[in-house]
Protein backbone atom coordinates (compact mmCIF):
# COMPACT_ATOMS: atom_id res chain seq x y z
CA UNK A 1 0.00 0.00 0.00
CA UNK A 2 1.51 3.46 -0.58
CA UNK A 3 1.29 5.64 2.42
CA UNK A 4 -1.83 7.66 2.82
CA UNK A 5 -2.17 11.36 3.44
CA UNK A 6 -4.37 12.20 6.55
CA UNK A 7 -6.87 13.86 4.45
CA UNK A 8 -7.21 10.13 2.57
CA UNK A 9 -7.23 7.92 5.43
CA UNK A 10 -10.03 10.13 7.19
CA UNK A 11 -12.07 9.80 4.26
CA UNK A 12 -11.67 5.99 3.92
CA UNK A 13 -12.10 5.43 7.60
CA UNK A 14 -15.61 6.93 7.51
CA UNK A 15 -16.93 5.41 4.60
CA UNK A 16 -15.50 1.90 5.91
CA UNK A 17 -16.76 2.63 9.29
CA UNK A 18 -20.45 3.78 8.03
CA UNK A 19 -20.93 1.82 4.96
CA UNK A 20 -21.30 -1.84 4.10
CA UNK A 21 -18.09 -3.74 2.88
CA UNK A 22 -20.04 -4.40 -0.75
CA UNK A 23 -16.57 -3.28 -2.49
CA UNK A 24 -12.85 -3.21 -1.96
CA UNK A 25 -11.60 0.16 -3.53
CA UNK A 26 -8.14 1.05 -4.45
CA UNK A 27 -6.99 3.39 -1.41
CA UNK A 28 -7.70 6.73 -3.43
CA UNK A 29 -10.52 9.60 -2.37
CA UNK A 30 -11.77 11.17 -5.59
CA UNK A 31 -13.13 14.78 -5.34
CA UNK A 32 -13.24 16.29 -8.65
CA UNK A 33 -13.35 14.94 -12.16
CA UNK A 34 -13.06 16.43 -15.76
CA UNK A 35 -12.71 14.60 -19.06
CA UNK A 36 -10.05 11.68 -18.71
CA UNK A 37 -8.86 12.49 -15.08
CA UNK A 38 -9.81 12.37 -11.58
CA UNK A 39 -8.07 14.37 -8.84
CA UNK A 40 -7.92 13.36 -5.39
CA UNK A 41 -8.54 15.12 -2.06
CA UNK A 42 -4.68 16.03 -1.92
CA UNK A 43 -5.12 17.36 -5.15
CA UNK A 44 -3.75 14.49 -7.33
CA UNK A 45 -4.46 14.22 -10.68
CA UNK A 46 -5.27 10.65 -12.37
CA UNK A 47 -6.14 9.10 -15.42
CA UNK A 48 -9.64 7.29 -14.91
CA UNK A 49 -8.69 3.91 -16.98
CA UNK A 50 -12.04 2.60 -15.62
CA UNK A 51 -14.89 4.69 -16.63
CA UNK A 52 -17.31 3.82 -14.17
CA UNK A 53 -17.18 0.30 -15.94
CA UNK A 54 -17.78 2.10 -19.01
CA UNK A 55 -20.84 4.66 -17.72
CA UNK A 56 -18.60 7.18 -18.81
CA UNK A 57 -17.42 6.80 -22.07
CA UNK A 58 -18.69 10.72 -23.04
CA UNK A 59 -15.50 11.48 -20.52
CA UNK A 60 -16.30 13.31 -16.64
CA UNK A 61 -18.39 16.03 -16.53
CA UNK A 62 -19.48 16.17 -20.43
CA UNK A 63 -20.17 20.46 -21.03
CA UNK A 64 -22.98 19.62 -23.19
CA UNK A 65 -24.60 16.64 -20.89
CA UNK A 66 -23.99 18.94 -17.89
CA UNK A 67 -25.64 21.97 -19.49
CA UNK A 68 -28.60 19.72 -20.28
CA UNK A 69 -28.88 18.23 -17.17
CA UNK A 70 -28.74 21.99 -15.71
CA UNK A 71 -31.34 23.52 -17.90
CA UNK A 72 -33.81 20.40 -16.78
CA UNK A 73 -33.04 21.00 -13.45
CA UNK A 74 -34.35 24.68 -13.72
CA UNK A 75 -37.76 22.83 -15.26
CA UNK A 76 -38.62 19.63 -14.10
CA UNK A 77 -36.78 16.29 -13.16
CA UNK A 78 -39.44 14.20 -12.29
CA UNK A 79 -43.44 13.53 -12.68
CA UNK A 80 -43.25 9.85 -12.94
CA UNK A 81 -44.78 7.90 -15.75
CA UNK A 82 -48.57 8.73 -13.75
CA UNK A 83 -48.42 11.87 -16.50
CA UNK A 84 -46.41 12.49 -19.56
CA UNK A 85 -43.53 14.73 -19.68
CA UNK A 86 -42.22 16.65 -23.07
CA UNK A 87 -38.79 15.22 -22.54
CA UNK A 88 -39.31 11.35 -22.77
CA UNK A 89 -40.79 10.87 -26.65
CA UNK A 90 -37.65 13.20 -27.70
CA UNK A 91 -34.53 11.18 -26.23
CA UNK A 92 -37.04 7.33 -26.83
CA UNK A 93 -37.14 8.05 -30.19
CA UNK A 94 -33.69 9.23 -30.90
CA UNK A 95 -32.47 5.84 -29.09
CA UNK A 96 -34.56 3.59 -31.44
CA UNK A 97 -33.82 5.53 -34.58
CA UNK A 98 -29.93 4.97 -33.54
CA UNK A 99 -30.23 1.59 -32.44
CA UNK A 100 -32.70 0.83 -35.57
CA UNK A 101 -35.33 -0.75 -32.93
CA UNK A 102 -38.89 -0.07 -32.90
CA UNK A 103 -39.53 0.19 -29.40
CA UNK A 104 -37.78 1.60 -25.70
CA UNK A 105 -38.64 0.75 -22.02
CA UNK A 106 -36.72 3.49 -19.67
CA UNK A 107 -35.23 2.30 -16.61
CA UNK A 108 -32.63 3.10 -14.35
CA UNK A 109 -30.20 0.81 -13.24
CA UNK A 110 -28.39 -1.93 -15.94
CA UNK A 111 -29.87 -4.01 -13.84
CA UNK A 112 -33.19 -3.18 -14.11
CA UNK A 113 -33.05 -3.22 -17.64
CA UNK A 114 -31.59 -7.33 -17.54
CA UNK A 115 -35.03 -7.62 -15.06
CA UNK A 116 -37.18 -6.08 -17.84
CA UNK A 117 -35.26 -8.00 -20.64
CA UNK A 118 -36.03 -11.45 -18.84
CA UNK A 119 -39.65 -9.96 -17.72
CA UNK A 120 -39.93 -9.04 -21.74
CA UNK A 121 -38.51 -12.67 -22.90
CA UNK A 122 -40.88 -14.49 -20.53
CA UNK A 123 -44.03 -12.43 -21.53
CA UNK A 124 -43.45 -13.11 -25.52
CA UNK A 125 -42.51 -16.62 -24.73
CA UNK A 126 -45.98 -16.92 -22.96
CA UNK A 127 -48.14 -15.27 -25.35
CA UNK A 128 -46.43 -15.31 -28.49
CA UNK A 129 -44.46 -18.43 -29.08
CA UNK A 130 -47.18 -20.17 -26.99
CA UNK A 131 -44.97 -22.11 -23.65
CA UNK A 132 -47.08 -23.82 -21.77
CA UNK A 133 -47.61 -21.39 -18.36
CA UNK A 134 -44.61 -21.05 -15.57
CA UNK A 135 -42.29 -23.15 -18.54
CA UNK A 136 -40.42 -20.50 -20.10
CA UNK A 137 -36.69 -20.98 -20.28
CA UNK A 138 -33.95 -18.37 -20.67
CA UNK A 139 -31.04 -19.18 -21.91
CA UNK A 140 -27.12 -17.59 -20.59
CA UNK A 141 -23.94 -17.79 -20.67
CA UNK A 142 -21.23 -19.48 -18.12
CA UNK A 143 -19.62 -16.37 -16.43
CA UNK A 144 -21.69 -14.15 -17.16
CA UNK A 145 -22.40 -11.12 -15.85
CA UNK A 146 -25.63 -9.39 -15.78
CA UNK A 147 -26.27 -7.27 -12.80
CA UNK A 148 -26.97 -7.89 -8.98
CA UNK A 149 -30.26 -8.38 -8.41
CA UNK A 150 -31.71 -11.63 -7.25
CA UNK A 151 -32.80 -13.42 -9.49
CA UNK A 152 -29.63 -12.42 -12.28
CA UNK A 153 -27.23 -13.11 -9.04
CA UNK A 154 -29.08 -16.76 -8.80
CA UNK A 155 -27.86 -17.46 -12.59
CA UNK A 156 -24.58 -16.44 -11.97
CA UNK A 157 -21.35 -18.69 -12.10
CA UNK A 158 -19.50 -16.88 -9.54
CA UNK A 159 -19.75 -18.00 -6.21
CA UNK A 160 -19.03 -14.90 -5.05
CA UNK A 161 -22.06 -13.06 -6.55
CA UNK A 162 -24.47 -16.31 -5.95
CA UNK A 163 -23.75 -18.17 -2.68
CA UNK A 164 -25.54 -17.13 0.25
CA UNK A 165 -28.33 -15.50 -1.91
CA UNK A 166 -30.60 -18.63 -2.73
CA UNK A 167 -32.74 -19.95 -3.36
CA UNK A 168 -32.17 -18.89 -7.09
CA UNK A 169 -35.34 -17.77 -9.22
CA UNK A 170 -35.71 -21.03 -11.65
CA UNK A 171 -36.13 -20.56 -15.30
CA UNK A 172 -32.42 -20.33 -16.30
CA UNK A 173 -30.35 -23.04 -18.00
CA UNK A 174 -26.27 -21.72 -18.68
CA UNK A 175 -24.20 -22.88 -21.42
CA UNK A 176 -20.02 -21.91 -22.17
CA UNK A 177 -19.65 -18.72 -23.80
CA UNK A 178 -18.53 -19.06 -27.05
CA UNK A 179 -19.81 -22.41 -28.21
CA UNK A 180 -22.52 -23.12 -30.93
CA UNK A 181 -23.14 -26.53 -29.92
CA UNK A 182 -23.89 -25.73 -26.08
CA UNK A 183 -26.25 -23.29 -27.02
CA UNK A 184 -27.79 -25.34 -29.96
CA UNK A 185 -28.52 -28.17 -27.48
CA UNK A 186 -29.72 -25.98 -25.17
CA UNK A 187 -32.47 -24.02 -27.19
CA UNK A 188 -36.09 -25.79 -27.04
CA UNK A 189 -39.67 -25.37 -27.60
CA UNK A 190 -39.76 -24.31 -23.86
CA UNK A 191 -36.68 -21.22 -24.28
CA UNK A 192 -37.98 -17.79 -24.72
CA UNK A 193 -34.66 -16.18 -24.96
CA UNK A 194 -30.87 -16.28 -25.30
CA UNK A 195 -29.17 -13.31 -22.95
CA UNK A 196 -25.90 -12.56 -23.73
CA UNK A 197 -22.51 -10.02 -23.75
CA UNK A 198 -21.05 -9.60 -27.34
CA UNK A 199 -18.35 -9.57 -25.11
CA UNK A 200 -18.00 -10.51 -21.64
CA UNK A 201 -16.76 -7.46 -19.38
CA UNK A 202 -16.74 -8.58 -16.01
CA UNK A 203 -15.58 -12.08 -16.37
CA UNK A 204 -12.22 -10.38 -18.15
CA UNK A 205 -12.89 -8.60 -21.49
CA UNK A 206 -13.59 -12.08 -22.87
CA UNK A 207 -14.28 -12.52 -26.91
CA UNK A 208 -16.15 -15.13 -28.40
CA UNK A 209 -14.65 -16.99 -31.35
CA UNK A 210 -15.00 -15.20 -34.82
CA UNK A 211 -18.57 -15.72 -36.04
CA UNK A 212 -20.21 -16.56 -32.83
CA UNK A 213 -22.55 -13.78 -32.36
CA UNK A 214 -24.05 -14.11 -35.63
CA UNK A 215 -24.68 -17.62 -36.06
CA UNK A 216 -25.98 -17.38 -32.60
CA UNK A 217 -28.04 -15.08 -33.64
CA UNK A 218 -29.04 -16.99 -36.78
CA UNK A 219 -29.99 -20.10 -34.62
CA UNK A 220 -32.09 -18.38 -32.41
CA UNK A 221 -34.10 -17.01 -35.33
CA UNK A 222 -34.53 -20.54 -36.48
CA UNK A 223 -35.69 -22.34 -33.08
CA UNK A 224 -37.63 -18.91 -32.31
CA UNK A 225 -35.64 -18.07 -29.71
CA UNK A 226 -35.61 -14.29 -28.90
CA UNK A 227 -31.61 -12.97 -29.32
CA UNK A 228 -31.25 -10.36 -26.12
CA UNK A 229 -27.85 -8.01 -26.05
CA UNK A 230 -27.01 -7.19 -22.77
CA UNK A 231 -24.97 -4.14 -24.08
CA UNK A 232 -24.59 -2.49 -21.22
CA UNK A 233 -21.21 -2.10 -21.41
CA UNK A 234 -19.89 -2.82 -24.86
CA UNK A 235 -22.88 -0.66 -26.32
CA UNK A 236 -22.44 3.42 -26.81
CA UNK A 237 -19.06 3.23 -28.86
CA UNK A 238 -16.85 0.96 -26.15
CA UNK A 239 -15.78 -1.56 -28.60
CA UNK A 240 -15.07 0.01 -31.65
CA UNK A 241 -19.23 0.57 -32.77
CA UNK A 242 -22.25 2.12 -31.59
CA UNK A 243 -22.80 -1.99 -30.63
CA UNK A 244 -20.53 -4.47 -30.53
CA UNK A 245 -23.53 -6.96 -32.15
CA UNK A 246 -22.65 -3.98 -35.09
CA UNK A 247 -18.99 -5.56 -35.72
CA UNK A 248 -20.70 -9.00 -36.73
CA UNK A 249 -23.55 -7.15 -38.47
CA UNK A 250 -25.69 -8.87 -36.12
CA UNK A 251 -29.35 -7.17 -35.24
CA UNK A 252 -30.61 -8.46 -31.64
CA UNK A 253 -34.46 -8.74 -31.10
CA UNK A 254 -33.55 -6.71 -27.79
CA UNK A 255 -30.79 -4.77 -26.40
CA UNK A 256 -30.36 -3.62 -23.23
CA UNK A 257 -28.24 -0.35 -22.50
CA UNK A 258 -27.66 1.36 -19.29
CA UNK A 259 -23.97 2.97 -18.05
CA UNK A 260 -22.96 5.51 -20.92
CA UNK A 261 -26.64 6.01 -21.62
CA UNK A 262 -26.59 8.77 -19.61
CA UNK A 263 -22.54 9.73 -19.26
CA UNK A 264 -22.43 9.05 -15.82
CA UNK A 265 -24.45 11.89 -14.68
CA UNK A 266 -27.49 9.65 -13.63
CA UNK A 267 -28.57 6.47 -13.11
CA UNK A 268 -30.16 5.86 -17.29
CA UNK A 269 -31.35 2.31 -18.33
CA UNK A 270 -33.03 0.69 -20.96
CA UNK A 271 -35.03 -2.17 -22.80
CA UNK A 272 -34.68 -1.72 -26.59
CA UNK A 273 -35.70 -3.82 -29.21
CA UNK A 274 -38.92 -5.25 -31.59
CA UNK A 275 -42.62 -4.27 -31.25
CA UNK A 276 -43.62 -7.77 -31.55
CA UNK A 277 -41.87 -8.14 -27.84
CA UNK A 278 -41.62 -4.75 -26.43
CA UNK A 279 -45.80 -3.52 -27.57
CA UNK A 280 -46.75 -6.78 -25.22
CA UNK A 281 -46.71 -4.73 -22.46
CA UNK A 282 -49.69 -3.04 -21.16
CA UNK A 283 -50.51 -0.10 -18.05
CA UNK A 284 -49.57 -1.84 -15.07
CA UNK A 285 -47.46 -5.04 -16.35
CA UNK A 286 -44.35 -2.82 -15.55
CA UNK A 287 -42.89 -0.03 -14.30
CA UNK A 288 -40.63 2.71 -12.92
CA UNK A 289 -40.90 5.61 -10.32
CA UNK A 290 -37.57 7.72 -11.97
CA UNK A 291 -37.31 5.62 -15.48
CA UNK A 292 -37.83 8.02 -18.27
CA UNK A 293 -38.21 10.60 -15.86
CA UNK A 294 -37.49 14.63 -17.82
CA UNK A 295 -34.19 14.84 -15.35
CA UNK A 296 -33.13 11.17 -17.43
CA UNK A 297 -34.32 11.79 -20.58
CA UNK A 298 -32.98 15.02 -21.15
CA UNK A 299 -29.33 13.62 -19.79
CA UNK A 300 -29.57 10.65 -22.12
CA UNK A 301 -30.34 12.79 -25.01
CA UNK A 302 -27.45 15.10 -24.45
CA UNK A 303 -25.55 11.81 -23.78
CA UNK A 304 -25.97 10.35 -26.95
CA UNK A 305 -26.04 13.44 -29.50
CA UNK A 306 -22.11 13.76 -27.91
CA UNK A 307 -21.63 10.08 -28.73
CA UNK A 308 -23.11 10.72 -32.13
CA UNK A 309 -21.49 14.28 -32.85
CA UNK A 310 -17.64 13.33 -31.45
CA UNK A 311 -18.02 9.86 -33.69
CA UNK A 312 -16.87 8.03 -30.41
CA UNK A 313 -17.54 4.90 -31.68
CA UNK A 314 -15.35 5.55 -34.77
CA UNK A 315 -12.74 7.33 -32.37
CA UNK A 316 -12.84 3.98 -30.11
CA UNK A 317 -11.90 1.88 -32.99
CA UNK A 318 -8.79 3.83 -34.24
CA UNK A 319 -7.60 4.88 -30.75
CA UNK A 320 -8.41 1.00 -29.40
CA UNK A 321 -6.01 -0.88 -32.46
CA UNK A 322 -3.34 1.80 -31.85
CA UNK A 323 -3.39 1.05 -28.21
CA UNK A 324 -3.67 -2.60 -28.44
CA UNK A 325 -0.72 -3.05 -31.11
CA UNK A 326 1.21 -0.52 -28.07
CA UNK A 327 0.28 -2.90 -25.32
CA UNK A 328 1.08 -6.18 -27.54
CA UNK A 329 5.00 -4.55 -27.35
CA UNK A 330 4.83 -5.30 -23.83
CA UNK A 331 7.18 -8.09 -22.68
CA UNK A 332 6.73 -9.72 -19.16
CA UNK A 333 7.50 -13.41 -17.73
CA UNK A 334 4.36 -13.28 -16.29
CA UNK A 335 1.93 -11.60 -18.93
CA UNK A 336 -0.37 -14.12 -20.82
CA UNK A 337 -2.11 -12.29 -23.12
CA UNK A 338 -3.17 -9.05 -24.75
CA UNK A 339 -6.38 -8.82 -26.00
CA UNK A 340 -9.78 -6.61 -26.23
CA UNK A 341 -12.13 -4.77 -28.93
CA UNK A 342 -12.28 -0.35 -29.30
CA UNK A 343 -11.05 1.33 -26.43
CA UNK A 344 -12.36 -2.31 -23.93
CA UNK A 345 -8.66 -3.84 -23.69
CA UNK A 346 -6.87 -6.00 -21.29
CA UNK A 347 -3.82 -7.55 -19.98
CA UNK A 348 -3.81 -11.20 -18.52
CA UNK A 349 -1.02 -12.49 -16.17
CA UNK A 350 -0.70 -15.81 -14.82
CA UNK A 351 -0.13 -14.14 -11.31
CA UNK A 352 -2.52 -11.68 -9.45
CA UNK A 353 -2.08 -8.13 -9.97
CA UNK A 354 -3.40 -6.09 -7.40
CA UNK A 355 0.52 -4.71 -6.68
CA UNK A 356 0.12 -3.64 -9.98
CA UNK A 357 -2.93 -1.96 -10.03
CA UNK A 358 -1.76 -0.08 -6.80
CA UNK A 359 1.71 0.62 -8.60
CA UNK A 360 -0.24 2.67 -11.47
CA UNK A 361 -2.51 4.36 -9.23
CA UNK A 362 1.16 5.54 -7.74
CA UNK A 363 1.74 6.56 -10.94
CA UNK A 364 -1.56 8.18 -11.88
CA UNK A 365 -3.53 5.67 -13.76
CA UNK A 366 -6.58 4.32 -12.17
CA UNK A 367 -7.99 0.78 -13.34
CA UNK A 368 -8.99 -2.38 -11.63
CA UNK A 369 -8.12 -6.28 -11.36
CA UNK A 370 -11.07 -8.28 -12.59
CA UNK A 371 -10.79 -12.28 -11.78
CA UNK A 372 -7.47 -11.71 -10.07
CA UNK A 373 -5.02 -12.06 -12.88
CA UNK A 374 -6.65 -9.43 -15.24
CA UNK A 375 -6.28 -5.66 -15.38
CA UNK A 376 -8.87 -3.83 -18.16
CA UNK A 377 -8.03 -0.56 -19.68
CA UNK A 378 -11.20 1.49 -20.52
CA UNK A 379 -10.47 4.92 -20.85
CA UNK A 380 -13.07 7.38 -21.58
CA UNK A 381 -13.50 7.54 -25.67
CA UNK A 382 -12.93 11.60 -25.59
CA UNK A 383 -9.31 10.41 -24.60
CA UNK A 384 -6.66 12.23 -27.07
CA UNK A 385 -3.93 10.30 -28.77
CA UNK A 386 -1.12 12.37 -26.74
CA UNK A 387 -3.02 11.32 -23.39
CA UNK A 388 -3.14 7.72 -24.60
CA UNK A 389 0.73 7.89 -25.08
CA UNK A 390 1.42 9.39 -21.98
CA UNK A 391 -1.16 6.78 -20.11
CA UNK A 392 1.04 4.12 -21.79
CA UNK A 393 4.15 5.15 -20.55
CA UNK A 394 3.09 4.82 -17.30
CA UNK A 395 1.75 1.20 -18.71
CA UNK A 396 5.26 0.41 -19.45
CA UNK A 397 6.86 1.64 -16.70
CA UNK A 398 4.62 -0.28 -14.21
CA UNK A 399 4.18 -3.50 -16.09
CA UNK A 400 8.37 -3.14 -16.46
CA UNK A 401 8.64 -2.90 -12.66
CA UNK A 402 5.70 -5.55 -11.93
CA UNK A 403 7.57 -8.32 -10.16
CA UNK A 404 5.37 -11.52 -9.38
C1 LIG B 1 -22.70 -3.08 -15.24
C2 LIG B 1 -23.40 -4.14 -15.95
C3 LIG B 1 -24.70 -4.53 -15.58
C4 LIG B 1 -25.41 -3.99 -14.36
O1 LIG B 1 -25.58 -2.60 -14.39
P1 LIG B 1 -25.91 -1.82 -13.03
O2 LIG B 1 -26.19 -0.42 -13.48
O3 LIG B 1 -24.68 -1.91 -12.16
O4 LIG B 1 -27.07 -2.49 -12.40
C5 LIG B 1 -25.33 -5.50 -16.34
N1 LIG B 1 -24.74 -6.06 -17.42
C6 LIG B 1 -23.49 -5.72 -17.79
C7 LIG B 1 -22.89 -6.36 -19.00
C8 LIG B 1 -22.76 -4.76 -17.06
O5 LIG B 1 -21.51 -4.46 -17.43
Redesign the pocket.
Known sequence: MPAMTPKTRAAIALAERWGAHNYHPLPVVITRAKGVFVWDVDGRRYYDFLSA?SALNQGHNHPAIVAAAKRQLGRVALTSRAFHNDRLGPYLSKLCRLARQDMALPMN????A?ETAIKAMRLWGYRTKRIPAGRAKIVVCENN????TTTIVGFSSDPGSRDGFGPATPGFVAVPYGDLRALARALGPETAGFLV?PIQ??AGVILPPPGYLKAARELCARRRVLFCA?E??TGLGRTGALFACGREKVVPDLY?L??ALSGGLY?V?ALVGRREVLGLFTPGTHGSTFGGSPLASAIADAALDVIVRERLPQRSARLGARFLARLKTLKHSRLIDVRGRGLMLALEFSVPVRPLVVDLMRRGLLAKDTHENTIRFAPPLVITERQLDDAFARIAAAVAAFRA
Open positions: YSGAEVFHGREGEDIQVGKPS
